[in-house]
């Protein structure tokens, strides 16, 4: 499935912020990096008591494809955060 523009540039987003973190940025600093970016403001990046652990919330309206883009971010965060390439096998 192919996804629409503003999808894609979200996978691309977290894609960026787990490569800074995964080359040793702390989390706080990937996310000030990632937000600077994208011409946003620097906000301060809140672990939710995961401390160095990445942490993402995807804010698209309703109907904006959050499932389809949860299903990309576990293959990008297998791939560039934790250098695992996961296939799903078909039950038997």
């Known amino acids: 499935m192919k996804l629409k523009g503003y999808q894609q540039r979200a996978i691309d987003t977290l894609g960026s912020f787990l490569n800074r973190c ?13 937000l600077q970016d994208q011409g946003m403001e620097d906000l301060a990046y809140r672990d939710n008591s995961f401390e160095q652990v990445p942490y993402v919330c995807f804010r698209i309206p ?9 299903s990309y971010a576990i293959t990008i965060a297998a791939s560039r955060y934790l250098d695992r390439q996961y296939y799903c096998r078909r039950p038997r």
Request: charged share 20%.
């Open 62 to 70: 309703t109907g904006g494809g959050k499932t389809i883009l949860g």
């Open 22 to 34: 995964k080359q040793g940025q702390s989390v706080g600093e990937a996310y000030g990096e990632t």
